[in-house]
């Protein structure tokens, strides 16, 4: 069951750090990035905020390099999802503009919420510690020198209900991934149910509302502020 109207925040709280060796930091421009975003926005939100309960996963704060790595692998037909495919074509989507969508997306710190979960917590704390080692110990992703495919994407801050639909897709072998199709053999719906309602309660936070203010303010100037504000006036993290 979910509580959907819990107001708490929302925040991967990932360094924005470079990851990918062949990234040229002076290349990359986040404004050009929030251009390219116009296109995605239409799915995922104006801030990457992810919506429709999940079906349009969250992508701000994301570790760049998962973002860079997935869109790739829906261009190559790797990861097969139909409504991402038209807008990873190299036509529509250039490897410069995916570095810098991907760059801006990565460090946005938005302040809106997600679905609460119903669960036993404490039990998923305890099935937490298998998923630690990659994915970070709250959550929030992590990184493993050298090798960017065997990265783990931040979990805690993400829609529950796209990160049940992705481990029923490694279950079944939709999506692809070493590490993860045994993982997700291993795990009941029950345990990942109590690991998610875990995750929710990492994402509580004192002050970030604050914090994200600040942040989006020194990065981009009162464009990003203001988008911040419209999308919590209207609660679209909900929806
Ligand atoms: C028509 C709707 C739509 C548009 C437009 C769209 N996406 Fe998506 N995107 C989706 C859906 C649906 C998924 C979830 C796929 C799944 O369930 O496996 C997704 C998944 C993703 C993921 C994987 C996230 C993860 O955590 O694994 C990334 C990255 C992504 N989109 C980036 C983008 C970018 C960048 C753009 C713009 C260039 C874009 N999307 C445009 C619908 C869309
Ligand atoms: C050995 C490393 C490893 C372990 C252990 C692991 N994962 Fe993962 N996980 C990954 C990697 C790598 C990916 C990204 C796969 C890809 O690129 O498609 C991933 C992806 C995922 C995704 C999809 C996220 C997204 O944004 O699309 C979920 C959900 C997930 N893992 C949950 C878990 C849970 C829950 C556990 C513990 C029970 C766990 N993982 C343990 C490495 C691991």
Redesign the pocket.
């Known amino acids: 069951m979910t509580r959907s109207i819990l107001s708490f925040c929302l925040v991967f709280f990932l360094p924005f750090v470079a990851i990918a060796q062949e990234i040229n930091e002076d290349d990359v421009d986040l404004y050009n990035g929030r251009d390219v975003n116009i296109v995605c926005a239409a799915c995922h939100g104006e801030l990457g905020q992810g919506g429709n309960k999940g079906e349009y ?1 969250r992508l701000a704060g994301q570790m760049r390099s998962i973002l860079i ?2 869109l790739r692998s829906f261009r190559d037909r790797k ?1 097969i999802n139909i409504p991402m495919l038209p807008y990873t074509e190299e036509r529509e989507l250039p490897e410069e503009d995916m570095i810098d969508v991907a760059s801006y997306l990565s460090s946005l710190r938005i302040d809106v919420t997600i679905p609460y979960v119903e669960g036993d917590v404490k039990a998923g704390k305890k ?2 510690k ?2 630690r ?3 970070g110990k709250e959550g929030r992703g992590k990184e493993k020198k050298g090798e960017s ?5 931040a ?1 805690t801050g ?1 829609y529950p209900s796209y ?1 049940i639909r ?2 029923s897709n490694f279950k079944k072998g939709i ?1 692809k ?1 070493e ?2 199709e045994e ?1 997700a053999q291993d ?1 009941t719906d029950e345990e ?1 149910n109590d ?1 998610l309602a875990y995750l929710v309660t990492l994402e509580r936070h004192p002050g970030l509302a604050e914090e994200v203010e600040k942040e989006n303010e020194r990065r981009f100037g009162t464009v990003i502020n203001s988008l911040s504000e419209t999308i919590k006036a209207s609660g679209s993290g909900e929806k």
């Open positions: 996963p790595r997935q990861r099935l937490f298998d998923c080692k990659c994915h495919n065997k990265h783990g994407p979990l993400q990160l992705q481990m999506r991934h590490d993860m993982t795990i990942l690991i």
